[in-house]
C-alpha cells in the first residue's frame, strides 16, 4: 500500500498517489502577477530513503524559481490563476509536473512540483 505524500506547505491536492518526491510552497502573489517565494513557507517531501538534497538539485536544474515565478507570474496576469477563485492549473517541464491552485485565499498561490513520470 502506497502512502500518499503530504507537503508541510503547498498544495496537497495537486499531488498524485504514487509520488515519491515532492516540492511544495505557498507563494504570495497578486493579481497583476507578483510573485513573492517566502523561504519559510516551503517544504520538501521525500519517501524513506530519498534525498531532499538530490530532489532540491534536480528542481533547479530543471526548473529554475525565476522560471516557476514568471509561469506563475504569467498564469494570474492572463487569469488562469486567480486570487479569489479555486482554478488549477497543471504546467509541465522536461520530466517535471508543477500544480498551482490560489484557492479562493485573496493573496496566495499553493503550489506542488514532483517527477512527472510518478504520475498514476
Do not use: H
Amino acid at each position: 500500500m502506497t502512502t500518499k505524500l503530504k507537503l508541510g506547505f503547498g498544495y496537497d491536492a495537486g499531488l498524485p498517489d504514487g509520488v515519491s518526491a515532492a516540492f511544495g510552497a505557498r507563494l504570495i502573489v497578486t493579481e497583476d502577477g507578483t510573485v513573492d517565494l517566502v523561504p519559510d513557507r516551503v517544504s520538501v517531501e521525500v519517501e524513506d530513503g530519498g534525498s531532499k538534497e538530490q530532489f532540491l538539485d534536480l528542481l533547479n536544474d530543471r526548473y529554475p524559481l525565476p522560471k516557476l515565478k514568471a509561469d506563475i507570474a504569467d498564469a494570474l496576469r492572463n487569469r488562469a490563476l486567480d486570487t479569489r477563485g479555486d482554478a488549477e492549473i497543471t504546467v509541465r517541464v522536461l520530466d517535471l509536473t508543477m500544480k498551482a491552485n490560489c484557492r479562493s485565499s485573496g493573496g496566495y498561490c499553493y503550489i506542488a512540483i514532483y517527477r512527472t513520470d510518478e504520475e498514476s
